[in-house]
């Protein structure tokens, strides 16, 4: 699990969203009053935002040229953020950026407008999830080729590299 600071802008609250659930422990904190805090949800709202959570980590898995899990019920991202209402808000300046319609938005909506800001800025597809199957948390892809496979090389590439290592060994040895 990456320990590096937050991506940037409002692909921070998608990072963090994905990462509410450790996939190696199976430990959600959206199950807990302090995790639901942290995004402003009830109760009510868990199973709703757990359904964003993973189409989420769906495309965070996309963007870093891996296939999600088999037997993914993700509904596509898309069809979730349709429901999110968005504006358009023009600054005094002449800056426009897409804010969701409603006062206190909901999730949705809020993640709807981190997408477009991060899909406008460039920095949407470094939004990526880590290639470890039992890890899977998100990261931002901070690399200058964009090529980063795992969310820490300390953690997850050290363990990826020392099973290739062992299974090459195991081939010359068999």
């Known amino acids: 699990m990456n320990e590096k600071a937050a991506a940037p802008g409002g692909l921070a609250l998608m990072e963090s969203l994905v990462n509410t659930l450790d996939v190696e422990t199976g430990a959600d904190t959206l199950g807990t009053e302090e995790g639901r ?51 358009v808000a023009v600054d005094a ?24 800001e991060a899909a406008a800025d460039g920095t949407w597809a470094r939004l990526k999830a880590c290639e470890a199957e039992d890890c899977r948390w998100a990261y931002y892809d901070r690399s200058p ?17 020392m099973r290739m290592y062992r299974a090459r060994q195991d081939t010359e040895a068999g």
Do not use: N, Q, Y
């Open 37 to 87: 805090a942290a995004f402003g949800l009830t109760e009510a709202d868990v199973a709703e935002a757990r359904i964003l959570r993973e189409a989420l980590r769906a495309v965070c898995l996309t963007h870093a040229g891996h296939r999600p899990p088999e037997g993914s019920a993700a509904p596509p991202l898309d069809r979730l953020l349709a429901a999110a209402p968005l504006r």
């Open 93 to 116: 300046a002449g800056g426009a950026a897409l804010r969701p319609v409603a006062e206190s938005p909901g999730l949705t909506a809020r993640v709807a407008a981190a997408v477009a």
């Open 145 to 161: 080729a964009g090529r980063r496979r795992w969310c820490s090389m300390s953690v997850c590439g050290a363990r990826a590299k």
